[in-house]
Every structure is written in C-alpha cells, then in structure tokens.
C-alpha cells in the first residue's frame, strides 16, 4: 500500500506560481511512477503531468507546457515527495489536483493504483 497526501494548494493570481507537494509513505515509493491529475466539477479527471520511477522520464500535457517548467516535476527519494512546481498560471489551471502512483508513467487515471486526497488551486483573475 502506498498513502498520498498532497499540500501547496492555494488561491493565487493570474501569472503567479504555486508548487504541489506530494507525500508518499509505504511499500518501495522509489518503484513507483507518479502522476499529476486534476479535476474541475462535472469534468473527467485531466492528466497534468508524469515522471517515471527513476525520475529520468517526464510527460506533460499541452495545456501546461510553457507554463509549467522543465523541473515540474522532481522528486527527491530521501523525502518520498513528488513535486509539481506550477509558473504563469492562468484561472483555466484552477481544479483540484490530484497526485498518483503507479507501475508506468499514464496519461490516463486508469494507470494508476493509488491516489491522494487531492488539494484545491484556485486561479484568480
């Protein structure tokens, strides 16, 4: 079993940043891809971005690209954290977001065997 737990989350303006943290305890997090999701009310949980277990690979949506830098993503094995750093972020980023493990880097939610509680970004205008 493996516990997620995300923080970071927060009400920030058009243009500012925020950075996600998620908090994994449990069985071998080091073998586990993560993945970033989020969700607005009545949509279907949207991919965000992925790293695969030695932190080597990364995949990022269309919609956060540019916005969303390079390190977006890292994670640091002694801390079991995953982090989701979020730059020029616009009211259309503001949805729940959620983090995941699982055994491939997915695009999609059904990849993933374990989620966190999620935490709420709000994007002001």
């Known amino acids: 079993q493996v516990q997620l737990v995300e923080s970071g989350g927060g009400l920030v303006q058009a243009g500012g940043s925020l950075r996600l943290s998620c908090a994994a305890s449990?069985?071998?997090?080091?073998?586990?891809?993560m993945g970033w999701f989020r969700q607005v009310p009545g949509k279907e949980r949207e991919f965000v971005a992925a790293i695969n277990w030695s932190g080597g690979i990364t995949y990022y949506a269309d919609s956060v690209k540019g916005r969303f830098t390079i390190s977006t993503i890292s994670r640091d094995h002694a801390k079991n954290t995953v982090y989701l750093q979020m730059d020029s972020l616009k009211p259309e980023d503001t949805a729940v977001y959620y983090c995941?493990?699982?055994?491939?880097?997915?695009?999609?939610?059904?990849?993933?065997?374990?989620w966190g509680q999620g935490t709420q970004v709000t994007v002001s205008s």
């Open positions: 995941a493990a699982g055994s491939w880097p997915s695009r999609t939610p059904g990849g993933y065997d374990y």
């Open positions: 449990g069985r071998t997090f080091s073998s586990y891809a």
